[in-house]
């Protein structure tokens, strides 16, 4: 089946949402980041399809991402 990845990646000194052939948004803190993939991600979730969310922690790490579906 079908799946559809996003991250909250820090790039630079500010924060953004990455997936496949996407970068999107600029955005001061991880949290406004996050809030924003979420709503993009509730768009894929709306049609059936399951979202990976990836969110990169303050110190860089990248832990397991959450499924939002």
């Given at each position: 089946?079908t799946e559809?990845?996003y991250?909250v990646?820090r790039v630079g ?5 990455v997936?496949d052939n996407l970068?999107?948004?600029t955005y001061?803190s991880r ?11 509730e768009?894929?979730?709306?049609v059936?399809?399951?979202?990976l969310?990836?969110?990169?922690e ?7 991402p959450?499924?939002?579906?």
């Open positions: 089946m559809v990845h991250g990646v000194d500010h924060w953004a949402i997936g970068r999107f948004g001061s949290r406004q980041a996050s809030e924003a993939a979420s709503r993009l991600a768009q894929s979730t709306g059936g399809v399951p979202v969310l990836h969110v990169q303050e110190d860089g790490i990248l832990p397991r959450t499924l939002l579906s």
